[in-house]
């Protein structure tokens, strides 16, 4: 694997694999992999011939009282990682190199960040999408991929690169969990272990809601029931929202009738920290 820093060096590294038809399969990450992560980059290694990983601690996404300062910040596991599934580049640039000084550009979708994270957390997809766009014209990759994990976040990105033209496939990851349901995120470090059992709450209470919309509930029957699920198995979580929404528009839905597919999202804070899960019906 070769570890490049800087934008001239991955643009030149790239022109020469492109220049040998060499197609290009690139996964952004945050760093802290874990098997959610490396099950990405073995999709694109499946792909495409060359897997480009980046890991960047994107600034412009935290907001001033998130946790950009305390983010788990693991290099040198990470190129372990990295290495083992034979990647064979990882980017890891410096925020001058995403942001040199004058940068003065950001990207912002509008309805489709109305609600939920975009509500929670403004300014949010704003920093992801400018960032993603920035890095997709570094690597010009032909498939882009990313965890269904963050469905909001994925919902963006489709959003993005069909309304800015991008030529890159966008392909979805499935969530990888825990044996008892939890999501794999690189947030789950921080729960203690009180918080840790309260947190599969969320899994739990999703595939619970899937199960009553099986039994033909309707959806405020079926939220209200996901809502008592969830307190009754995290006494001490704080649910911020539970709802079911369209996958492509993240726009919340009432009933199933006339809607296509459909994701049951959850967010709650679990101790000190907030945790985000969803599963599509
Ligand atoms: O999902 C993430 O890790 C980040 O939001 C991403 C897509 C790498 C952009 O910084």
Redesign the pocket.
């Known amino acids: 694997m070769r570890t490049i820093t800087t934008v001239t060096e991955l643009r030149h590294a790239l022109a020469l694999q492109r220049e040998q038809g060499k197609s290009i399969g690139f996964v ?3 760093g802290a992999l874990h098997e959610g992560h490396l099950s990405l980059v073995r999709m694109s290694k499946q792909h495409t011939d060359v897997t480009v990983v ?1 890991i ?1 601690v ?1 600034p412009t ?1 935290f907001g001033p009282s998130e946790d950009f300062e305390k983010y788990p910040r693991t290099m040198e596991a990470d190129a372990s990682l990295l290495v083992e599934e034979e990647v064979e580049f990882l980017f890891a640039p410096s925020v001058q190199q995403i942001y040199p000084a004058a940068h003065d550009t950001r990207i912002h979708l509008d309805a489709i960040t109305n609600l939920y994270e975009g509500a929670r957390r403004p300014g949010h997809f704003d920093g ?1 999408a400018t ?2 766009s920035i890095l997709f014209n570094i690597v010009q990759p032909q498939a882009g991929y ?2 269904q994990k ?1 469905a909001q ?1 994925l919902a963006v ?1 489709r959003k993005l690169v069909a309304d800015l033209a991008f030529p890159i496939e966008i392909i979805a990851g499935s969530t990888i969990r825990e044996k008892d349901g939890l999501a794999l995120s690189s947030r789950n470090r921080y729960l203690n272990a009180d918080d840790r059992k309260e947190a599969v709450a969320l899994s739990k209470t999703l595939f619970f809601m899937r199960d009553s919309l099986r039994d033909r509930q309707d959806v405020a029957s079926a939220k209200a029931a996901g809502t008592h699920e969830f307190h009754r198995i995290a006494p001490n979580g704080l649910l911020d929202y539970l709802d079911i929404v369209n996958s492509e528009t993240f726009q919340p839905i009432s009933s199933f009738e006339s809607t296509g597919l459909c994701t049951i999202i959850i967010a709650a804070n679990i101790g000190a920290t907030r945790l985000i899960d969803n599963i599509p019906i």
């Open positions: 952004p990450t945050m980046s960047f994107n996404q992801v960032v993603v990313f965890g963050d976040q990105i």
